[in-house]
T-cell receptor
Framework: RKEVEQDPGPFNVPEGATVAFNCTYS??????FFWYRQDCRKEPKLLMS???SGNEDGRFTAQLNRASQYISLLIRDSKLSDSATYLC????????????FGQGTTLQVKP | EAGVTQFPSHSVIEKGQTVTLRCDPI?????LYWYRRVMGKEIKFLLH????????ESGMPNNRFLAERTGGTYSTLKVQPAELEDSGVYFC???????????FGPGTRLTVT
């Protein structure tokens, strides 16, 4: 079983749609959680950290459910520029900054 | 402020040859990480430096890979001898106070033929 699992998609949605991505992680002792965004043939960039209480940044909302070991990302009012691969990332219980990446979910927003 | 830079951007070598990848972290960042993504797979951690010390090298695949960070500034990752399965994109990342807010470089695309 992979340490971080995501539905690879692709998710094809029209502009203005709301789309949600889910991710599960295997190590219940994991400490920190993130969503990164990666454009084609580019480096991953931090989109947002995910906190237990849930957090929102503009059109983006992230949720964490520790009991179910489940992380979600909701994008409202999708823009063409949101087209990218969204990576679910977990920091396992360790004293290093090691990050474990999911395979990514591809989003295509169509006009 | 300059971001993380990596050199070269692309490298094509033959099996059995040696390649050295370089990473320059963001100035002042003590934490430096190497990751790689092979075709069709997720990005995987290789190792973590704090200044010049290896904090965690649990992701290094085998002893053909050698990472160094002399002086605690830039880092090199040498693959010797290269094998076909080493092909992929090698990313470097750095962070300052928080080991979790990592900034990635553009990557080096390595092709071993």
């Amino acid at each position: 079983r992979k340490e971080v699992e995501q539905d690879p998609g692709p998710f094809n949605v029209p502009e203005g749609a709301t789309v949600a991505f889910n991710c599960t992680y295997s190590n219940s002792a994991s400490q920190s959680f993130f969503w990164y965004r990666q454009d084609c043939r580019k480096e991953p960039k931090l989109l947002m950290s995910v906190y237990s209480s849930g957090n929102e940044d503009g059109r983006f909302t992230a949720q964490l459910n520790r009991a179910s070991q489940y992380i979600s990302l909701l994008i409202r009012d999708s823009k063409l520029s949101d087209s990218a691969t969204y990576l679910c990332v977990v920091n396992p219980p360790s004293n290093t900054g090691k990050l474990i990446f999911g395979q990514g979910t591809t989003l295509q927003v169509k006009p | 402020e300059a971001g993380v830079t990596q050199f070269p951007s692309h490298s094509v070598i033959e099996k059995g040859q040696t390649v050295t990848l370089r990473c320059d972290p963001i100035s002042g960042h003590d934490n430096l990480y190497w990751y790689r993504r092979v075709m069709g797979k997720e990005i995987k951690f290789l190792l973590h430096f704090v200044k010049e010390s290896k904090q965690d090298e649990s992701g290094m695949p085998n002893n053909r890979f050698l990472a160094e960070r002399t002086g605690g500034t830039y880092s090199t990752l040498k693959v010797q001898p290269a094998e076909l399965e080493d092909s992929g994109v090698y990313f470097c990342a750095s962070s300052q106070d928080s080991v979790y807010e990592q900034y990635f470089g553009p990557g080096t695309r390595l092709t071993v033929t």
